[in-house]
């Protein structure tokens, strides 16, 4: 059994870890394709990106549903199969006007595709390991993609101006294909979700409603989407206001914008390792003093700014947040999969998923007429706001014996 869980976990991680490289990789050339095409003006990559998220908002519901209803391993490796080959198509497409129309609705077919694979990945870690091993995978699991999302990048530069667009599609289209094949290899060893014999709209629908009632019914999962969604909301504004630190803490470096990204990696990097080891023992009472944590590093930002006026000192408020931040978020996502019915949780993540898509939209747009971007304070009231958060919902779960 040991031994099948260790294959399970190298499985599921290589797998996700080599679509996450794909990901970056054929975000970073069509991003850079399309700007690249009219310098100018901001509206292809904008129509680019904004599909996605409308496509996430719609679908991720219907994708938790149908990872409820399906064997989750037939879903990941079909959707894998699929979104492999749609990019291996685009990358045979030579004409530059097509290949931009194909580009932008291959982008909006991943996203659809993404909105079944996401709810099933989540839901399918509770079927290859115990639960006591959960956290454990979570953390490597987010250690694999931090490390990704530091490192690909670089590659991803020299690998458009080696391959082009067409070799970067066709390797994206081969990354999934790969992950697809090493799902297969995954055997689950806890009780998978039955399958339905027949969907129907109806059906689908009903099993929406029940999914949402299963939420309501259940005080803590319910508390813990509505603290995991005023995180991202107040997550939006820390987003929207990073480019602008140089504004906000008057010129001590020209590089701040970027050292300040290096400091969140790094931060989010040692936090998910960390996290292998402080989240063992999971409860509400550790997720709730992880937020309060990562508030109030943010708030150091303040004290380490007028006290040192240094780049790499001030770095560290930054880095710190980060670090508790993906300790909190890997807590999150082990809890719910610690308490949530096998059969609803597909579901539950599509739920998730399309809060925290909804709410970041909500909170840039908000943030971004209440907050002035040459204010010092920023970041200070947003880590405030995010320690109040926290210590509004301690007293919450404290009320409702959440553990």
């Known amino acids: 059994m040991k ?20 990901d970056i990789i054929f975000d970073f050339a069509n991003n850079t394709f ?16 904004s599909l996605e998220s409308v496509i996430g908002v719609l679908f991720n519901l219907f994708g938790g549903v149908i990872a409820d209803s399906f064997k989750r391993k037939k879903i990941i490796v079909a959707t894998n199969f699929l979104c492999g080959f749609a990019c291996i198509i685009l990358s045979f497409i030579s004409r530059e006007q097509w290949l931009v129309y194909a580009i932008v609705l291959t982008n909006v077919f991943l996203a659809f595709m993404s909105a079944f694979s996401g709810p099933s990945y989540k839901a399918f870690t509770k079927e290859i390991v115990k639960k006591d091993s959960i956290s454990q995978l979570n953390s490597l699991l987010e250690t694999t993609s931090t490390v990704i999302k530091v490192t690909v ?27 697809a094949l090493l799902i297969l ?29 299963y ?32 504004q906000m803490f008057g010129e001590i470096s020209s590089r701040l914008y970027g050292t300040f990204l290096t400091a969140e990696a790094i931060g989010g990097f040692v936090g998910a390792i960390l996290s292998g080891f402080v989240n063992k023992s999971l409860s509400s009472k550790r997720l ?29 408020s930054p880095a710190l947040f980060n670090l508790f931040l993906s300790i909190f978020n890997i807590q999150f ?7 949530v019915d096998n059969e609803f949780l597909g579901r539950v993540f599509g739920i998730i998923f399309t809060i925290a898509i909804l709410f970041m939209p909500i909170g840039t747009g908000f943030f971004s007429v ?15 706001s995010i320690t109040v958060l926290s210590l509004v919902f301690g007293i919450l779960f404290k009320r409702y014996n959440m553990s």
């Open 333 to 339: 996502f082990s809890i719910v999969q610690r308490d």
């Open 34 to 49: 399309l700007a690249g095409l009219n310098p100018t003006s901001l509206s292809l990559v904008a129509i680019y990106q």
């Open 185 to 213: 290899f995954v055997v689950p060893i806890n009780e998978e979700v039955v399958t339905k014999d027949k969907m129907t709209i109806s059906k689908i629908l009903n099993d929406l409603k029940t999914g949402f009632k």
């Open 288 to 316: 709730i003093l992880f937020l309060a944590c990562s508030g109030m590093m943010l708030m150091l930002v303040i004290p380490l700014y007028f006290i040192f006026h240094n780049v790499i000192i001030l770095a560290f």
């Open 370 to 384: 209440v907050l002035n971007p040459n204010n010092t304070f920023n970041l200070f009231i947003i880590g405030a």
């Open 215 to 246: 939420v309501y019914i259940h005080k803590s999962i319910f508390i813990i989407i509505v603290l995991s969604a005023l995180v991202n909301f107040f997550l939006a504004a820390y987003n929207l206001l990073l480019p602008y630190s140089n």
């Open 153 to 179: 990048p670089m590659i991803a530069i020299f690998l458009y101006k080696l391959l082009g667009i067409h070799g970067v599609l066709l390797l994206d289209g081969l990354s999934f294909l790969i992950a």
């Open 3 to 22: 031994r099948m869980k260790k294959k399970n976990i190298l499985y599921l991680v290589s797998s996700k870890g080599i679509s996450k490289i794909g």
